[in-house]
C-alpha cells in the first residue's frame, strides 16, 4: 500500500492528474485541481499523500497535498453515490473548512457547484455527513471550528438556517455570512441570552456592513 510519494514531477494535467518519477518509475497520480494547484511546475520534485485504490483491473492513485483533503476523500466516497472521481470533483470546488461550513448549514448549493453533483445528491451528501463533520480535522480556521462546536450544533439548524436564508436575500453569500452568525449565536449564549432571529440578524448585519 502506498501512502506518499516524493519524487520529480515529471508531468502534470492541469484537469486531473500528474506524473511522478520516483526512483525511474513513473506514477500516475490523479487529484483534484486544487492540490495539483499547489504542486511545483515540473520538473521539480513533488511530495504528495496518497490513497491507494486497489480494484479487480487496475491499481489506482489518489494524492493529496495535505491530510485534511485526504481525510475528505475518504468520508465522501463512503456517501452512496460518490465515487472517487466525485469525490476529487467536489474537493476540487470546496476546501476542506469550507465543506464543514457547507454541510453543517445544510447548503445544497455550494455542493451543486461540483461537476455531476445534483441537488438530490447533495442533499445525501449532507445527511449522511452532518453528524460526522464535527470530528474532521481544521486547516486553520478558527471561526470553522467556532461553526461546528457552537454554531449548529448548539442551537439546532432552524434559527441558523433561517438567518443564513435571510441574509442570502439581502444579497450576501451563504459560505461569508455561516462563520459570522455562528460567531454572533456563540455570543449570546456565553452572556446567557436567548439566540432570537431578529438580533442575529441585527448583529450579523453590523458585522457584516464593516
Not at 73 to 82: A, D, E, N, S, Y
Not at 176 to 185: F, L, N
Request: aromatic share 4%; proline share 3%; glycine share 8%.
Amino acid at each position: 500500500m502506498i501512502g506518499q510519494l516524493t519524487g520529480l514531477l515529471i508531468d502534470q494535467n492541469e484537469s486531473d492528474r500528474c506524473l511522478i518519477d520516483v526512483n525511474g518509475v513513473g506514477y500516475v497520480v490523479f487529484a483534484s485541481s486544487r492540490t495539483l494547484s499547489r504542486l511545483p511546475r515540473p520538473p521539480e520534485i513533488a511530495r504528495v499523500l496518497i490513497e491507494t485504490i486497489v480494484r479487480e483491473d487496475a491499481i489506482l492513485l489518489y494524492g493529496f497535498a495535505e491530510s485534511q483533503e485526504r481525510d475528505w476523500f475518504r468520508m465522501l466516497t463512503t456517501v452512496q453515490g460518490v465515487g472517487v472521481r466525485m469525490a476529487l470533483s467536489i474537493l476540487s470546488t470546496l476546501t476542506p473548512d469550507e465543506l464543514i461550513t457547507t454541510i453543517m448549514s445544510g447548503d445544497k448549493a455550494s455542493l451543486t457547484r461540483a461537476s455531476g453533483v445534483g441537488a438530490r445528491l447533495a442533499t445525501r451528501i449532507i445527511t449522511e455527513l452532518s453528524n460526522k463533520v464535527a470530528s474532521m480535522p481544521l486547516e486553520s480556521s478558527s471561526i470553522t471550528a467556532d461553526v461546528v462546536s457552537n454554531g449548529v450544533q448548539s442551537v439546532g439548524r432552524g434559527v441558523m438556517a433561517d438567518a443564513l436564508m435571510a441574509l442570502e436575500g439581502l444579497g450576501f453569500r451563504r459560505i461569508e455570512a455561516q462563520p459570522v452568525v455562528a460567531r454572533v449565536i456563540k455570543t449570546f449564549e456565553g452572556n446567557g441570552e436567548k439566540a432570537e432571529l431578529d438580533l442575529i440578524l441585527r448583529e450579523a448585519l453590523r458585522e457584516l456592513a464593516r
